[in-house]
C-alpha cells in the first residue's frame, strides 16, 4: 500500500472515531425532546417540594410526637389480642407494606395494604380516600375489628400506663381515666359499643381526644418517612445537569427506551405524574372485583365516607380553621367517575411490592401492563383507558423501566424500639 492511500484510510478511520465519540456523547441528550426534558424533570426527586404543615395536626412537625409515634407505630399492645402494631402490616423494610394480596391483622382486610413512604403530600388516605389526613387515617385501623381489633377508651388506658411521660410534656395532662371501663368505644364489639353509650358525653369527649391525638402522633412519625433515590432520580439528574457520561451508564438502552413507552406510548404520566408519581386522585383502570370480597364502589363511597368522618378537617379534633379544609370542601362528592375510582399509587418502590392493585388482583407487573394493553371494560363504572397496542418488546421494557423506581439503598428510617 502506498503512502498516500494510507494516508487516506487514516483520515476516514480518524474521522469515524471523532463521529462515534460526538454521537456518544450527543445522541442520549437529543433523544429527549425539550418538553419531554421538562417531563423528566417533574418526576425527579429533586422536585420534592418541603413538606408542607398540615394544619389540621398542629404536632405534625414537633419531634417529640413523632418519636411518640414512632414508639406506638410498633406496639402490639394496642391491639384486641396483644399482637398487632401498625408494622405488622406496614413493614419498613418491604417499602412499608406487606406483599400480600389483602392485609392480615386480628383478621383479613378486603384490600391490599398500602405503601407509606411520602404519603403526608397526599390530601387522601387509603384507596378510595376516605380519610383526609393521616392522622384521622391512623384511627381507622386501631378501630377496625379486622386491624387492631380494639377500642379507643382501651388504648386511653394504655396511654397513661406506659406513656404517660412522653404524652403529657407534648398534649398536656392526661384526665383522670380510672373510674372509665377496660374497653369501650364505637366498635363492632357490642360490649364495648353499648359501655361507649353508657358513658357521660364528657368522658367519650375526654377519650376521644387522647385518640385523636395518639393519630397525631403517628402522624408526625409517618412524616419522617420518606422516599429515597432510585436510579431513575440519578438519570433525570444527568440529563438535567447535561452530565453526558452519567446519562450513559446510569441507566440500560432497555430501561430508557421503557422510559419513552411510559411518557410517550403508554400515556402513564396522565395518572403517575410528579416527583412521586402519583396525581394524588382517584381514576377506574378496570381493576377487575375479587371474587368473594364485598362489592367495592371505591371513591363512590369514600368521598360519603370523608364528608361524613369525625376526625377530617372540619372536625373538632381537627387543629385547622375552614378555610385550611379547601381540599375537603371543594372535593368532587358525587358523579359518575367516582365508581370504582381507586387511589393512583405512588411508583417508587413499586417492583417490590407485588402483588399489584387495590385486592392484590395481579400478581405481577408484566400482568399489570397487559392489563393496561388490553384496557378491559370495569365490572362497573366506566375505564378511563384506552387500549395501548404496544408490541411484546416494548413490554419488555416498560417493565424494565419500572425497576429502575426502586430505592437503591433501603434506607427508610430506621425502626425505633418498642418500650
Ligand atoms: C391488618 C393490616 C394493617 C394494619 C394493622 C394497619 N394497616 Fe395501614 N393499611 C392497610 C390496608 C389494607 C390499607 C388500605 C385499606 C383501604 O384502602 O381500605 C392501609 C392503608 C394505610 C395508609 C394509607 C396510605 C395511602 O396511600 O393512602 C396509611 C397511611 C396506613 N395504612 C397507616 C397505618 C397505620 C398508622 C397503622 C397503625 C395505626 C396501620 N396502617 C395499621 C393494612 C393495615
Ligand atoms: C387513568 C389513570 C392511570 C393511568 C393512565 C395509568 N395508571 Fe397505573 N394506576 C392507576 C390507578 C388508579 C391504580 C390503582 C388501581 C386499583 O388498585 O384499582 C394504578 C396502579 C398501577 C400499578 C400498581 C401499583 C400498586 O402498588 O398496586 C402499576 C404498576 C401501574 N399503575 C403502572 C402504570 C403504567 C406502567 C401505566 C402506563 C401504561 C399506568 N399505570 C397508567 C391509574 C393510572
Known amino acids: 500500500m502506498n503512502f498516500r492511500a494510507w494516508r487516506g484510510y487514516a483520515l476516514i478511520a480518524l474521522g469515524l472515531v471523532v463521529l462515534g465519540v460526538g454521537l456518544y456523547y450527543l445522541w442520549p441528550r437529543t433523544f429527549w425532546s425539550e418538553a419531554e426534558v421538562i417531563t423528566l424533570r417533574s418526576l425527579w426527586i429533586g422536585s420534592l417540594p418541603p413538606l408542607p404543615p398540615d394544619p389540621s395536626n398542629r404536632y405534625g412537625d414537633d419531634p417529640r410526637a413523632a418519636a411518640l409515634g414512632e414508639d406506638l407505630f410498633y406496639d402490639t399492645r394496642f391491639s384486641s389480642n396483644g399482637e398487632v402494631a401498625c408494622v405488622s402490616c406496614h413493614l419498613p423494610f418491604q417499602g412499608f407494606q406487606d406483599a400480600l394480596p389483602l392485609g392480615k391483622g386480628v383478621g383479613t382486610t378486603n384490600r391490599r395494604t398500602m405503601p407509606i413512604a411520602g404519603t403526608a403530600y397526599s390530601p387522601w388516605m387509603f384507596w378510595d380516600g376516605r380519610k383526609d389526613s393521616q392522622w384521622a387515617q391512623a384511627l381507622g385501623p386501631l378501630e377496625s375489628a379486622v386491624e387492631h381489633g380494639g377500642d379507643r377508651t382501651q388504648y386511653a388506658h394504655l396511654i397513661a400506663k406506659y406513656y404517660r411521660s412522653d404524652y403529657e410534656p407534648i398534649f398536656g395532662p392526661l384526665p383522670d381515666l380510672s373510674r372509665l371501663p377496660a374497653h369501650a368505644g364505637p366498635v363492632a364489639d357490642t360490649e364495648a359499643s353499648a359501655a361507649w353509650e353508657a358513658m357521660r358525653p364528657e368522658d367519650r369527649e375526654a377519650v376521644t381526644r387522647i385518640y385523636a391525638n395518639m393519630g397525631k402522633a403517628i402522624a408526625a412519625y409517618e412524616r419522617t418517612v420518606m422516599p429515597t433515590q432510585t436510579r431513575l432520580d440519578r438519570y433525570v439528574q444527568a440529563v438535567v445537569e447535561n452530565d453526558y457520561l452519567a446519562m450513559q451508564t446510569t441507566l440500560t438502552s432497555d430501561e430508557i427506551a421503557g422510559l419513552q413507552v411510559f411518557i410517550r406510548y403508554g400515556n402513564c404520566t396522565r395518572c403517575h405524574n410528579g416527583p412521586l408519581l402519583t396525581d394524588n386522585s382517584f381514576h377506574n383502570t378496570g381493576v377487575p372485583a375479587t371474587e368473594g370480597l364485598p362489592e367495592d364502589?371505591?371513591?363512590?363511597?369514600?368521598?360519603?365516607?370523608?364528608?361524613?368522618?369525625?376526625?377530617?378537617?372540619?372536625?373538632?379534633?381537627?387543629?385547622?380553621?375552614?378555610?385550611?379544609?379547601?381540599?375537603?370542601?371543594?372535593?368532587?362528592?358525587?358523579?359518575?367517575?367516582?365508581?370504582?375510582?381507586?387511589?393512583?399509587?405512588?411508583?417508587?418502590?413499586?417492583?417490590?411490592?407485588?402483588?399489584?392493585?387495590?385486592?392484590?388482583?395481579?400478581?405481577?407487573?408484566?400482568?399489570?401492563?397487559?392489563?393496561?394493553?388490553?384496557?378491559?371494560?370495569?365490572?362497573?363504572?366506566?375505564?378511563?383507558?384506552?387500549?395501548?397496542?404496544?408490541?411484546?418488546?416494548?413490554?419488555?421494557?416498560?417493565?424494565?423501566?419500572?425497576?429502575?423506581?426502586?430505592?437503591?439503598?433501603?434506607?427508610?428510617?430506621?425502626?425505633?424500639?418498642?418500650?
Open 297 to 419: 364502589t371505591g371513591r363512590a363511597a369514600g368521598a360519603q365516607q370523608v364528608l361524613a368522618d369525625e376526625f377530617n378537617c372540619l372536625s373538632s379534633y381537627s387543629d385547622a380553621v375552614p378555610e385550611d379544609c379547601d381540599e375537603l370542601r371543594f372535593m368532587l362528592a358525587e358523579g359518575d367517575e367516582l365508581m370504582r375510582a381507586f387511589k393512583v399509587p405512588s411508583l417508587r418502590g413499586v417492583a417490590e411490592r407485588a402483588p399489584y392493585m387495590h385486592a392484590g388482583q395481579f400478581a405481577s407487573l408484566e400482568e399489570v401492563i397487559r392489563h393496561y394493553n388490553l384496557a378491559p371494560a370495569a365490572p362497573a363504572g366506566h375505564n378511563e383507558l384506552e387500549v395501548l397496542n404496544l408490541t411484546a418488546t416494548q413490554i419488555r421494557q416498560l417493565i424494565a423501566f419500572l425497576k429502575t423506581l426502586s430505592p437503591e439503598i433501603n434506607f427508610y428510617k430506621t425502626p425505633g424500639t418498642v418500650q
